[in-house]
């Protein structure tokens, strides 16, 4: 059975840091490049960041992390970690781990329940 915990989500003031993790219970997707997408209330979910599978795994950030987010994975532990910095308000919302590309929805996929980051202003 597929399932993706996250965790380490929090409210931080703008312009703290936080580390989420994600742990692949199972090691389903160990094998998989694996994104952080998040979904804003309101708002499609979307690709913060993704990782490359393998010994030497390339990171990937999109506009709003570059610079600011570094993401990790530890395959022996099957988990992966994004670390964000100089956090504003605006990326306030759940955040998601899964595979790259995205499963699709449920049921036909399989989503974790996220863990929120909520920035104050």
């Known amino acids: 059975q597929v399932q993706l915990v996250e965790s380490g989500g929090g409210l931080v003031p703008s312009g703290g840091s936080l580390t989420i993790s994600c742990v692949d219970v199972?090691?389903?997707?160990?094998?998989?490049?694996m994104g952080w997408y998040r979904q804003a209330p309101g708002k499609q979910r979307d690709l913060v960041a993704r990782i490359t599978r393998g010994a030497s795994p390339a990171p990937w950030y999109g506009d709003s992390a570059k610079g600011r987010f570094t993401y990790s994975r530890d395959n022996h532990k099957n988990a992966i970690y994004l670390h964000m910095g100089s956090l504003k308000p605006e990326v306030t919302a759940v955040y998601y781990c899964?595979?790259?590309?995205?499963?699709?929805?449920?049921?036909?996929?399989?989503w974790g329940q996220g863990t929120q980051v909520t920035v104050s202003s």
């Open positions: 199972g090691g389903h997707f160990s094998r998989l490049d």
């Open positions: 899964n595979r790259y590309p995205a499963s699709p929805p449920p049921p036909a996929g399989y």
